[in-house]
């Protein structure tokens, strides 16, 4: 008699029961694929950032500067019981100061940063004139200098006091360190700083502002210049508020102001009016 090899209906599953469960799971990868790209996408610039990459300010969509004006509010309507400021340099061009007064025409302005020089030699072309024009406009107005980690310490901060005369009701320098030297060690780096920090404070008599990408900030700065005020940059769409040690935080690079042209970098003072006085000069 010949045998017949009969299966287990346990063990035996149809053809298109498992044809289903194939397509439920590559429709799950699909929806999860899609869902990572449309977070990521939307996001972008903060990943970008944290990761140390910033977006061309030029080069926003239409769907950009929506995204970003949404963001701008949601972080400004949330801390009403801040101060609110701008920075600026050559790369605003001529601005018209008198007609910057709120932001998302809701939220009074009411400091700004300047750029006054970078590494050894450089002057920013527009310093003199912005200089002016924030305090006969009344801004609280300070001055920062851009370090490049390749050149001597030393003569950054003299290209700086050579160039910024604190009068009162300025606001102290600031340091404005971004990246690592290609020339010399970290150690290095970090020598490099700290004597222009010295030479600046024995200058002016008053502790400069160290402004830094968190990342940056952690990594290189937190523990050996923790006795520094610290103004932080991140643009990350989860970060609602800022530390309690940053005194400023730079949250976005995309505002749109009225009297500049282009997108234009703004911060929350960690603080309120009376606090961000009490960092004015005497």
């Given at each position: 008699m010949t045998k017949r090899n009969y299966t287990s209906s346990r063990n035996y599953k149809p053809k298109t029961q498992?044809?289903?469960k194939g397509l439920g799971?590559?429709?799950?990868?699909?929806?999860?694929?899609?869902?990572?790209?449309?977070?990521?996408?939307?996001?972008?610039?903060?990943?970008?950032?944290?990761?140390?990459?910033?977006?061309?300010?030029?080069?926003?969509?239409?769907e950009d500067r929506k995204i970003a004006d949404i963001r701008i509010y949601e972080v400004l309507s949330s801390h009403t019981n801040?101060?609110?400021?701008?920075?600026?340099?050559?790369?605003?061009?001529?601005?018209?100061?008198?007609?910057i007064q709120v932001l998302e025409d809701t939220f009074q302005l009411s400091f700004a940063f300047i750029r006054a020089t970078a590494g050894q030699d450089k002057v920013d072309l527009k310093f003199r004139r912005n200089w002016k024009k924030s305090k006969e406009n009344g801004f609280l107005?300070?001055?920062?200098?851009?370090?490049?980690p390749n050149e001597n310490s030393i003569k950054q901060a003299e290209n700086f006091i050579k160039t910024v005369k604190l009068e009162k009701g300025d606001l102290p320098p600031v340091l404005d360190i971004e990246k690592?030297?290609?020339?010399?060690?970290?150690?290095?780096?970090?020598?490099?700083l700290k004597r222009w920090l010295t030479k600046v404070e024995q200058h002016y008599k008053v502790k400069p502002i160290i402004y830094t990408g968190e990342s940056y900030y952690n990594d290189f700065l937190k523990?050996?210049?923790?006795?520094?005020?610290?103004?932080?940059?991140?643009?990350?769409?989860?970060?609602?508020?800022?530390?309690?040690?940053?005194?400023?935080?730079?949250?976005?690079?995309?505002?749109?102001?009225e009297g500049i042209d282009g997108t234009v970098d703004v911060n929350v003072f960690n603080g309120d009016v009376v606090k961000l006085m009490s960092y004015t000069q005497p």
């Open positions: 498992k044809k289903a799971f590559y429709l799950f990868v699909v929806v999860v694929f899609l869902t990572v790209s449309a977070f990521g996408f939307y996001f972008r610039d903060g990943f970008l950032y944290y990761l140390g990459f910033r977006a061309k300010k030029s080069e926003l969509s239409h801040h101060e609110f400021g701008f920075d600026v340099s050559e790369y605003q061009e001529d601005i018209d100061w008198q007609n107005r300070g001055a920062y200098h851009y370090y490049r690592l030297p290609k020339t010399q060690s970290l150690e290095r780096l970090k020598l490099g523990k050996e210049f923790s006795d520094y005020p610290f103004w932080i940059a991140n643009y990350n769409f989860w970060r609602k508020n800022p530390d309690e040690h940053w005194l400023i935080w730079q949250f976005t690079e995309k505002a749109k102001i």
